[in-house]
């Protein structure tokens, strides 16, 4: 399994991006597919999740109402709409696949290469 993340950049303060993560090797279905963050220095931190057979999600309490998770299973991608960005959310982003919803970095079996998120004033 190969995941490919994608979408960041520089953006201002209150702007928007929007994550990509491709699943590639095999079907997408049955796993559940995280975003993390991680600044140097620091531990990789839960962003979100989706399950991509039932769309169950999970968020982190900072992204709440500025971040959307969601899943195109035909394309076996998962999104990451982030809107009302702050500069605390600069950070690098990674997607992560396994079999349990978690918010447990240490339980995601694959993941994708990361992509630079900056936020700027």
């Known amino acids: 399994v190969q995941l490919q993340a994608s979408g960041g950049g520089l953006v201002q303060a209150g702007g928007s991006l929007r994550l990509s993560c491709t699943i590639s090797?095999?079907?997408?279905?049955?796993?559940?597919v995280g975003w993390f963050r991680q600044v140097p220095g620091k531990e990789r931190d839960f962003v979100a999740s989706?399950?991509?057979?039932?769309?169950?999600?999970s968020y982190t309490d900072s992204v709440k109402g500025r971040f959307s998770i969601s899943r195109d299973n035909a394309k076996n991608t998962v999104y990451l709409q982030m809107n009302n960005l702050k500069l605390e959310d600069t950070a690098v982003y990674y997607c992560?696949?396994?079999?349990?919803?978690?918010?447990?970095?240490?339980?995601?079996?694959?993941w994708g290469q990361g992509t630079q998120v900056t936020v700027s004033s």
């Open positions: 992560g696949a396994g079999l349990i919803l978690t918010n447990n970095p240490n339980v995601y079996d694959y």
């Open positions: 989706v399950r991509m057979t039932g769309g169950s999600t």
């Open positions: 090797g095999r079907t997408s279905s049955g796993y559940a």
